[in-house]
């Protein structure tokens, strides 16, 4: 059985550093490209940073390039997301993901597996 299960989460001032973890479990994390997706309120879910399975390229989107890297442990088969400069904006729910393939700006058509997310909220 495959689970992803994100951590990390909470709630942190405008201007903070949070950083989440994805444990997987039942699936090998270095064979498939993985993402970060996140969810505000209201919002539909978006798609936030992608490292390649090889782990050679990542992308981001632009609002937070500069602020937010992704990562990978394959000895311990955990994906990271760190966050720094956090923004209201940045307030939403994280999901990690497991994807068929790899493109610049994934698509919640391209993941795979999903984990159950993580809750973060930024304050002013």
């Known amino acids: 059985q495959v689970q992803l299960v994100e951590s990390g989460g909470g709630l942190v001032q405008a201007g903070g550093s949070l950083r989440l973890s994805c444990a997987a479990s039942g699936v090998t994390l270095s064979s498939y490209s993985t993402a970060w997706f996140r969810q505000g309120p209201g919002k539909e879910r978006e798609f936030v940073a992608g490292?390649?399975?090889?782990?050679?390229?990542?992308s981001y989107i632009d609002s937070v390039k500069g602020r937010f890297t992704i990562s990978r442990d394959n000895a311990k088969n955990i994906m990271y997301l760190q966050m720094n400069n956090l923004k209201p904006e940045d307030t939403a729910f994280y999901y990690c993901?497991?994807?068929?393939?790899?493109?610049?700006?994934?698509?919640?058509?391209?993941?795979?597996?999903w984990g159950q997310g993580t809750q973060v909220t930024v304050s002013s």
């Open positions: 993901a497991a994807l068929y393939y790899y493109t610049a700006v994934s698509r919640t058509n391209d993941v795979r597996f």
């Open positions: 490292i390649l399975w090889s782990g050679e390229t990542t």
